[in-house]
């Protein structure tokens, strides 16, 4: 007869080796793995806008004559000029290499504004009894559009400030528009009238140098304080036609050396997208023993 003992056993092993078994049959519990990480490159375009205001002023006021047969007094000179200040309205697109090196293409508006000059001459001055002065009163207007490739060097960031320097080169449409000339003898008699019966507008040479701050907002948006000199060429007015003097110079006029010191508030906005936000799954339960 089997002893009690010996049916312990053979049970105890038959549940061990099916256990076993059924054991073998489960799926291995899943393995917690961590969430990729998503890598955004900057791409390093930007879109830029400004607004401003130049403090303008050329050197001469500059006349040639197209009629031959006229004799220009000899002592004529121009003896005061101004151009007032145009506010400016600029935008443009550029790219950033890295942190240190930025370059633009950028154009701009800038307003239209008033030319004025004073010529004044003795000789050949009809005032009745001789001796007395002659003067011719200029009045035009101004405006431009300019086109400039730019390149900066940022120096360094310091609690989101970023100064930078930097220039470019392109060119300046000026028209000259409105022009008049207004003769006088001494303060009072008028003694001629001209105008041009067109405007003129042609381009010129332009560059600047530029140096700014930069205010680091986020990484996406970026205010810019700067101030920069440009050169704007020497644009010229159309031939001015005298109205009731004969004869008539038949000149027309230009601004020498036109320069603006610029005073601009600027924005970037860089064409990047934002790092999306990767949520991890939860691990998994521990398994119960």
Known sequence: ???VKSLISAGAAA????TAALAADLPMPPVYQPPTPVVIEPSGWYL???????IQTFNDFTYTMTNPAFVWPADWSIVQHEIKDPTILGFGIGYEVNNWLRFDVT???RTKVVVKAVGSYTANCNTGGGGGTCFDYYDADHSAAVFLANAYVDLGTWWCLTPYIGGGVGAAYNTISDITDTGYIGTSSTTGFGLAFNDASAWTFAWDVTAGLT???????????NWRYLSLGSPQSAVV????TSPCAGAYYGLKDLTSQDFRIGFRWMLQ???PVVVAPPPPLPMRG
Not at 48 to 54: P, Q
Not at 215 to 225: A, E, L, T
């Open 1 to 3: 007869m089997v002893s």
């Open 15 to 18: 549940f061990l080796l099916s």
């Open 215 to 225: 205010y680091n907002v986020s990484n996406n948006f970026k205010v810019d304080f």
């Open 273 to 275: 997208p934002e790092t």
């Open 241 to 244: 036609a005298c109205q009731n």
């Open 48 to 54: 830029r806008g400004d607004v401003g205001i130049g």
């Open 107 to 109: 154009g701009e508006y």
